[in-house]
Nanobody
Framework: QVQLQESGPGLVKPSQTLSLTCTVSGGSITTNYYYWSWIRQPPGKELEYMGSISYGGTKYYSPSFKSRISISRDTSKNQFTLQLSSVTPEDTAVYYC????????????????????????WGQGTQVTVSS
């Protein structure tokens, strides 16, 4: 079965770049027709779609992050990564990687996740705190 695991520093200083890696096992990130996403949940707030990379390497970003976000992949390692630049304390959140959604639609360009059941499985999440 497919499993995802987030990794990266748990503490990032303001103005720095948050970098996380999602390691996928049990399935290839290049398998048609899956998408691979980054989602976060700030404390006390709802899940927030950040962006996705497709099985073919096409990238999709929420407009809320477009100026700061970069999603990449290393197919040889079956990993995809998140980089979020110029972070502030408001970027403190639990960060998740997940397989999904089922397909990319215009909703995702508006920063919407779509149905939660289109994301499966999820990584366990990793806490990232932005603080000096």
């Amino acid at each position: 079965q497919v499993q995802l695991q987030e990794s990266g520093p748990g503490l990032v200083k303001p103005s720095q770049t948050l970098s996380l890696t999602c390691t996928v096992s049990g399935g290839s990130i290049t398998t048609n027709y899956y998408y691979w996403s980054w989602i976060r949940q700030p404390p006390g707030k709802e899940l927030e779609y950040m962006g996705s990379i497709s099985y073919g390497g096409t990238k999709y970003y929420s407009p809320s992050f477009k100026s700061r976000i970069s999603i990449s992949r290393d197919t040889s390692k079956n990993q995809f990564t998140l980089q979020l630049s110029s972070v502030t304390p408001e970027d403190t959140a639990v960060y998740y990687c997940a397989r999904g959604p089922r397909g990319i639609s215009s909703a995702h360009f508006e920063g919407l996740m779509g149905p939660l059941n289109e994301y499966d499985p999820w990584g366990q999440g990793t806490q990232v705190t932005v603080s000096s």
